[in-house]
């Protein structure tokens, strides 16, 4: 499975990106405004580091908006994927970027008949937000089973990018399911790798270590 980070700090970003675990980022109108940077300049900085797969969304709301907005994007670095929202005018861009060879993030997703028209109209990933449902009493994680599923039926080649993690728990659930991506912020990545019992064993080594003859 495929670790992205859910971020638009290129600290964040540089600091992962050196340890070699991260495969791409996702960005959204909200994690821009955060860094009070302009957009653009951002996602250069962020494409210079190497990221493969760079998720930059459009604003526009209207289908041939979206496709110009999308067409724009997509021409400021090869590793920009398009971020559209799940609407009908989103449906209708996707289908045209699609076609001419945009990789488009279908984002703002919540059920699977919603993802199973993103993979229909062509959508390289379709980002199914688990946390929110989380936050709604409906179980996030079910949604991601059914998206995998149904893909899986019908070998449609979208992938399952699944997105509004909110702790490693999801990122385990993600992978146990068959997602092919998830997206977190970048303490959910740091989690990842620790354990308090990776930290006092390497205590006790260094410790003993000490009474090793040296010489
Ligand atoms: O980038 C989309 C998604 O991951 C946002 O997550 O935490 O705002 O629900 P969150």
Redesign the pocket.
Known sequence: MKLFL?TASVAEIRTMWETGILDGV???P??VAKEGRRFEEVLREICDLGVPSV?A?VVATTADAMVAEGRHLRGLHPAIYV?VPMTPAGLRATKVLAAEGTRVNM??VFSATQALLAAKVGAAYV?P?I??LD?QSQVGMDLIRDIVQIYRNYRFPTQVLV????HPIHVLEAAKVGADIA???FGVMEKLAQHPLTDLGLARFLKDWEKVPKG
């Open positions: 859910d996702t960005t959204n909200s994690l998720s969304e971020k984002t703002l980002s937000f946390g929110r936050d997105a509004s993690v909110r997206t977190m912020p």
